[in-house]
């Protein structure tokens, strides 16, 4: 048995009904790194989780695991049912960080489609639209999303050939003003799982009489990113990276794209 594997038999050793939660949840993310690719298993085991756990915020973490793996195989209905079962108005700190994740990876869905209408219209046209209203009134591109999940317009422009400045209409740029460059879903699924994301616990912060304070560091990239995180609160430095989840064994934090999971220390 691998130390981490029993370190968390020991910790919950005891058959407590959280820890036997959260003792599922991770095997489920061990299974879940295993993987390079989209894993059918996983979407199954994420399932299984979700049945016997629909009731439970940890729930929302089952969900956009599974959606991601649903996404990389490209069944975007699947993956959408599984963002909108995560997106909530509760403050509390979990479904908060998941409802921040549905509203990042359905911008990027709704923005796909309206690629899709933009590639309609090319093919008919040969050149794309000035601005999304004239794409709107070209009936063949069919309906899309005019607004990202934030409710602003998306940012589309018409750009200049490198070669011929002045051909203005074979090339565009478009992304969501909330998002800007991590806007492509393509670009992203092609990624690894939480690439740019991988905390490492330094250590407990004093707190005294209030909710856990613990500093980790990013050792995804090159910068090594140090955060402070108090546990439902998001890092002023970065605000879509909050410390979501603190319980008898394993922490979950989120980087507003990806769950975490690590044992408590």
Known sequence: MCHAALVLALVLS????SGQIERQLWSLWTNHLAQTEASTRVIEQCHAFEAANRTLPLVNVARGISA????????????????????????????????????????????????DALQEYYKDKLEYPPNLETLARYSPAGDFPAADRYGKPWLYLCMPMHRARKITDQR???SSSAMRRTSDLNRELKQAYAHDFKPTFVKNLPS???????????AAGRE??????????????MPHVRLAYV???ILVLSNGDYWFIMLRR
């Open 224 to 237: 090594k990113r140090t955060h402070d995180l108090l546990f439902g609160k998001s890092d002023p430095k």
């Open 208 to 218: 005294v009489g209030g909710p856990a304070f613990m500093r980790f560091v990013n």
């Open 68 to 115: 991601w793996h649903e996404l990389r195989r490209g069944d975007h209905a699947a993956a959408r049912l599984q963002y909108r079962k995560m997106e909530s108005e509760v403050a509390d700190p979990l479904p908060a960080a998941g409802n921040a994740m549905a509203l990042r990876w359905t911008t990027r869905m709704d923005l796909s489609t309206v690629r």
């Open 247 to 249: 319980g008898k064994a």
């Open 14 to 17: 005891a058959s407590s009904a």
């Open 172 to 174: 565009y740029s478009i």
